[in-house]
C-alpha cells in the first residue's frame, strides 16, 4: 500500500536535486490576496492543476518515499504570521495526486495517500510557524497533468472526499 500501483519508469533515478533547485521566486505563483493566509480567511480553498517533470522522489528532502511529479515552481504560495496549533492541507481531485509543502523553517512534508487504499488523495497536518510556505501538487506521470482542488484549513476533523483506485479511469 506504501508504493504506487505502476511505477513510471523515469522515476528510476537516483540522483537526488537539491532543494534550491526549485524556482520559488516564480511570480506566477497561486497565492491568496495580499499573500497572507489569516485565519479568519480559513477555510481557503483554490483550484490547481498538478503534474509536472521533476520527481518528488529526486528531490533531497526527508521522505524518500514521496512520489509523483511536479514542476519546479510551486503550485501555490503563502505567508503565515498567525498563533495556531495544527493547519491541514489537502488536495481533492479524480486521479491519484501526491502533496508537498516547503514549511519557512525548512521541513518538507509530503503526503501521497491520506488513508493507504482506502483514500488515495493526499492530506498533511503541520504546526504551522512564522513565514512563507510552498505548496507543489504531483501528478503520477510526468505528462499527466490533473485538476483539483487544494483546501488549508484548521478544522482538524476536515478530510478529504475519498478516493479509491475503483474511482480512477
Do not use: K
Not at 7 to 33: C, H
Not at 44 to 64: C, I, K, M, R, S
Not at 104 to 110: E, K, M, R, V
Not at 123 to 145: E, H, K, N, R
Amino acid at each position: 500500500q506504501l508504493f504506487p500501483r505502476d511505477v513510471d519508469p523515469r522515476a528510476a533515478s537516483t540522483e537526488l536535486v537539491s532543494l534550491d533547485a526549485l524556482d520559488l521566486e516564480n511570480t506566477s505563483v497561486l497565492q491568496p490576496s495580499g499573500g497572507t493566509l489569516m485565519m479568519s480567511s480559513l477555510p481557503l480553498q483554490q483550484n490547481l492543476t498538478a503534474g509536472g517533470e521533476l520527481g518528488f522522489f529526486n528531490l533531497d528532502q526527508p521522505n524518500h518515499l514521496c512520489t509523483g511529479f511536479i514542476s519546479a515552481a510551486p503550485n501555490f504560495r503563502f505567508d503565515w504570521s498567525e498563533n495556531l496549533d495544527e493547519l491541514i492541507l489537502f488536495f481533492e481531485s479524480e486521479a491519484d495526486t501526491t502533496l508537498g509543502i516547503l514549511a519557512p523553517d525548512g521541513n518538507f512534508y509530503c503526503d501521497d495517500d491520506y488513508q493507504g487504499a482506502d483514500n488515495l488523495n493526499p492530506w498533511i497536518s503541520l504546526a504551522p510557524t512564522s513565514g512563507t510556505y510552498y505548496v507543489w501538487v504531483g501528478s503520477f506521470a510526468p505528462d499527466v497533468m490533473v485538476d483539483g482542488l487544494l483546501t488549508i484549513t484548521s478544522d482538524t476533523n476536515a478530510t478529504p472526499v475519498i478516493l479509491t483506485s475503483d474511482d480512477l479511469n
